[in-house]
């Protein structure tokens, strides 16, 4: 019987090895999947490449990793933001590699790598310095940048409810990356809310096919890395 529920998030996060690229779902706290993030720190892997949208906020889930030095180089899109202290440290002091990615073209590289396609032309970025030491070829009168797929070792992800077999269904905007970041790499966990009987997810609601996910996890309530910047700043 197959059944890809567990309690277990560090038992869950465990495929992840030394040196992995992992992706990480979300864009902001929406569809952040913090406590697998909470458990990859307790699991210890290290010399990380992290895939996410950001770059961590506060003390908490990737901002936390980042803190306790498991990561050596992030690409993401959007690595400076107001609370995002612990990854601005880090790269001042030359403690971590970073590539940058317009939003855009790292859903792509994702996605592309979760069909099989190598790399893509896009003009995204054509001209400017994320385009420098790129082939650069010109379609239609315009320039454009070849960019290279990207997929990882591991995939951690947020979602609303699984059924047993790790059919996913997710909430809202909370979607964002999570659907190619589970077709992009080569294991996947899931972090959901709330389990449903198998059979109890109308098909045509299945965004992520169980066939793309590995281990889903229980978590039923939550951080709130929103409560957590709230709490950071009553304090200060």
Same mark, same amino acid.
């Given at each position: 019987?197959? $059944?890809?529920?567990?309690?277990?998030?560090?038992?869950?996060?465990?495929?992840?090895?030394?040196?992995?690229?992992?992706?990480? #779902?979300?864009? @902001?706290?929406? !569809?952040?999947?913090? %406590? =697998?993030?909470?458990?990859?720190?307790?699991?210890?892997?290290?010399?990380?490449?992290?895939?996410?949208?950001?770059?961590?906020?506060?003390?908490? #889930? =990737?901002?936390?990793? /980042? =803190?306790? @030095?498991?990561?050596?180089?992030?690409?993401?899109?959007?690595?400076?933001?107001?609370?995002?202290?612990?990854?601005?440290?880090?790269?001042?002091?030359?403690?971590?590699?970073?590539?940058?990615?317009?939003?855009?073209?790292?859903?792509?590289?994702?996605?592309?790598?979760?069909? @099989?396609? *190598?790399?893509?032309?896009?003009?995204?970025?054509? !001209?400017?310095? /994320?385009?420098? @030491? +790129?082939?650069?070829?010109?379609?239609? #009168?315009?320039?454009?940048?070849? %960019?290279?797929?990207?997929?990882?070792?591991?995939?951690?992800? +947020?979602?609303?409810?699984?059924?047993?077999?790790?059919? =996913?269904?997710?909430?809202?905007?909370?979607? $964002?990356?999570?659907?190619?970041?589970?077709?992009?790499? &080569? +294991?996947?966990?899931?972090?959901?809310?709330?389990?449903?009987?198998?059979? #109890?997810?109308?098909?045509?609601?299945?965004?992520?096919?169980?066939?793309?996910?590995?281990?889903?996890?229980?978590?039923?309530? *939550?951080?709130?890395?929103? &409560?957590?910047?709230?709490?950071?700043?009553?304090?200060?």
């Amino acid at each position: 019987m197959i $059944n890809k529920i567990t309690d277990d998030a560090v038992a869950a996060v465990s495929v992840v090895k030394d040196g992995d690229t992992v992706l990480i #779902g979300g864009f @902001g706290e929406a !569809g952040n999947p913090t %406590e =697998l993030v909470h458990a990859l720190i307790e699991h210890g892997a290290r010399d990380l490449t992290i895939v996410n949208n950001n770059a961590g906020n506060g003390e908490i #889930g =990737l901002a936390r990793l /980042l =803190l306790k @030095g498991r990561v050596s180089k992030l690409i993401c899109s959007f690595p400076r933001s107001s609370h995002g202290h612990v990854f601005n440290d880090l790269y001042k002091t030359g403690s971590i590699k970073l590539e940058l990615v317009p939003q855009g073209t790292l859903a792509e590289r994702m996605r592309a790598g979760g069909a @099989g396609v *190598p790399a893509f032309f896009t003009p995204t970025a054509a !001209g400017t310095d /994320l385009a420098a @030491g +790129k082939e650069i070829r010109v379609f239609d #009168g315009r320039e454009h940048v070849l %960019e290279h797929a990207i997929r990882g070792n591991v995939a951690l992800i +947020k979602a609303e409810l699984a059924d047993r077999w790790g059919n =996913l269904v997710y909430r809202k905007a909370a979607r $964002n990356f999570g659907p190619v970041m589970a077709m992009a790499a &080569d +294991k996947t966990v899931a972090q959901v809310r709330r389990e449903i009987e198998l059979g #109890g997810i109308d098909p045509e609601r299945i965004i992520t096919p169980s066939i793309f996910v590995d281990r889903v996890v229980r978590i039923p309530n *939550p951080v709130s890395e929103r &409560d957590h910047l709230l709490e950071r700043e009553s304090v200060a």
